[in-house]
């Protein structure tokens, strides 16, 4: 079965404080790897797409990686703006432009 | 501004009854999709349409009914059948031209509660 699980679930962090979430998926025919970005009672806001391993994308503060198995996102020196939940998806090529959502990762970044 | 309008932002139902969820888009996007949102878990796709009159089951259909009669349009019904429907559903839209970003443009969401 096709699975994207991302950790960890939570995430406290210090202002200034840089650190990484994981996105792992177990599915066959990757079509693309996709970060999102959403705040309390909004709906989620695209951040990246990846296509293949080894690929990054960057903006402001944040970085995504991508490998066979996995996609990080690296947050560096957050601010207190950045707290939000950050969701992965993942595209299997299948008919029409679904994509597969994890659970997400919600950051805090405390002043 | 372009963008994708969903009300009733707040909608409260009791049990038993049929509720419609409004989503429209002035983007000019050919796809649209229903994604349910639960406490602290990621989207879960309900239904999407990739074209006007034309619709398919996403992964967590029962209970949920569409139509796309207008590109615009992409109105979600939950059915008295749906038997947990308290969530917070959200409605995105897509180009299906071109090559694909995975940019899917997502509404302010509406959130149901049931009595």
């Known amino acids: 079965e096709d699975q994207v699980t991302q950790s960890p679930e939570a995430l406290r962090l210090q202002e200034g404080e840089s650190s990484s979430l994981n996105c792992s998926y177990t599915v066959s025919g990757l079509r693309g790897l996709f970060w999102y970005r959403q705040d309390p009672g909004k709906g989620p806001e695209f951040l990246f797409t990846?296509?293949?391993a080894g690929e990054e994308k960057e903006k402001e503060r944040l970085k995504a990686t991508l490998t066979k198995k996995e996609s990080f996102l690296h947050i560096t020196a957050p601010k207190p703006e950045d707290s939000a939940t950050y969701l992965c998806?993942?595209?299997?090529?299948?008919?029409?432009?679904?994509?597969?959502f994890g659970g997400g990762t919600r950051v805090l970044v405390k002043p | 501004d372009g963008g994708i309008t969903q009300s009733p932002k707040y909608l409260f139902r009791k049990e038993g009854q049929n509720v419609t969820l409004s989503c429209e888009q002035n983007?000019?996007?050919?796809?649209m999709y229903w994604y349910r949102q639960d406490p602290g878990q990621g989207l879960r796709l309900i239904y999407y349409?990739?074209?006007?009159?034309?619709?398919q089951k996403g992964d967590i259909a029962e209970g949920y009914s569409v139509s796309r009669e207008k590109k615009e349009s992409f109105p979600l019904t939950v059915t008295s059948a749906q038997k947990n429907p308290t969530a917070f559903y959200l409605c995105a839209s897509s180009i299906t031209s071109g090559t694909y970003t995975g940019e899917l443009f997502f509404g302010e969401g509406s959130r149901l509660t049931v009595l």
């Open positions: 349409s990739q074209i006007v009159n034309d619709f």
């Open positions: 983007l000019n996007h050919d796809a």
């Open positions: 998806a993942v595209h299997l090529g299948a008919a029409g432009n679904k994509l597969t």
């Open positions: 990846l296509y293949s």
